[in-house]
């Protein structure tokens, strides 16, 4: 399985390879502030190791939110995050 900074060096790299959509069915106001990431596929895909993680849409910074067996990190690390960000941006 792919890793995050895996990812997110190949979105940083290729971003024509990936689709980015927001999570309309995430609960918590988090998700307002990232998107998923999904690979476009090609006949010849087998795998979709990206599915299990998500993107900042300010740093775009790459974040799992899924385990590889389908069960949910939650959204603490997300969530830090973000108060992480706006407190980097108040202060600069």
């Given at each position: 399985m792919t890793t995050a900074s895996e990812l997110e060096k190949h979105l940083?790299?290729?971003?024509?390879l990936y689709v980015l959509k927001s999570n309309e069915?995430?609960?918590?106001?988090?998700?307002?502030h990232f998107s998923l990431i999904f690979e476009k596929r090609s006949a010849a895909a087998t795998n979709d190791?990206?599915?299990?993680?998500?993107v900042c849409v300010s740093c775009k910074r790459v974040y799992a939110y899924k385990a590889a067996d389908g069960s949910s990190f939650g959204t603490?690390?997300?969530?830090?995050h973000i108060i992480h960000?706006?407190?980097t941006i108040v202060y600069r």
């Open positions: 940083r790299d290729t971003p024509d069915s995430g609960k918590s106001n988090v998700w307002k190791d990206s599915k299990y993680f998500c603490k690390n997300l969530i830090d960000i706006k407190h």
